[in-house]
Each structure stands twice: as C-alpha cells, then as structure tokens.
C-alpha cells in the first residue's frame, strides 16, 4: 500500500495561489488514479479533483473548475494540485488518496484506499 505526503499549504490571501504536492513512498504511483480531497471544519471530506493514471483525463468538483488544476508526474512518484483565485471558502486540510483505475470519475472518499495525513490552506486578508 502506498504512503502519500502532502505539502504546501500555507496561508495565503483571497485571490492567491498555492501548490499542493503528494508525494508516494512504497509503490508506484503511476498504477493508481489519485484523488484530491478537503475537509473544512464542521464539515465533511469532499472530492476536489481526481486525475487518471496516464494523466489524459481530470475532472473536478464545480466550486474549484477554472480555478484549481491537478497533475502529476509518474516518474517522480508526485502529484499536484495548482490552486489559483483563492477564497475563504476554501480553506480546508487537504489530502490526497488513490483508488484503482476502474473507479476513476469517483470523488466518493469510501471509494479511496491510502491517504495521506493532509495539508492546511488557510484563505484569509
């Protein structure tokens, strides 16, 4: 089972940027879709983003489209999730999780297997 670690939260002001990166140990990415998750206080974990094995197809929540994007480089075992055009709203512990690649379009967190122990965002003047 993989290990993911997340980095690059951060706080930042409304209308910034942040890169969040996942990082695998114990496998190899590049056999599972990966999954960016949140989680606000109070409230439950939703799906952002989930990006499929060989990167050709990424499909996001409708509260992030046009503003957040997901990559990821197989060959450094990583993943990102670009987040431009911040709002408060989105401040929440990020976490990324993988699942099998016949549940890709899944954002259902029960249908994702490793995660990793999360990033802060803070959005705030």
């Known amino acids: 089972q993989l290990q993911l670690v997340e980095s690059g939260g951060g706080l930042v002001q409304p209308g910034g940027s942040l890169t969040l990166s996942c990082v695998a140990s114990?496998?190899?990415?590049?056999?599972?879709?990966i999954g960016w998750f949140r989680q606000a206080p109070g409230k439950e974990r939703e799906g952002v983003s989930i990006?499929?094995?060989?990167?050709?197809?990424?499909k996001y929540v409708d509260s992030v489209r046009g503003r957040f994007f997901i990559s990821r480089d197989n060959a450094k075992n990583t993943a990102y999730l670009q987040m431009n055009m911040l709002k408060p709203d989105d401040t929440a512990v990020y976490y990324c999780?993988?699942?099998?690649?016949?549940?890709?379009?899944?954002?259902?967190?029960?249908?994702?297997?490793?995660w990793g122990q999360g990033t802060q965002v803070t959005v705030s003047s």
């Open positions: 114990g496998g190899t990415m590049e056999h599972y879709v």
């Open positions: 999780a993988t699942t099998f690649p016949h549940m890709y379009g899944s954002l259902h967190p029960g249908d994702f297997g490793s």
């Open positions: 990006i499929s094995t060989t990167s050709r197809q990424a």
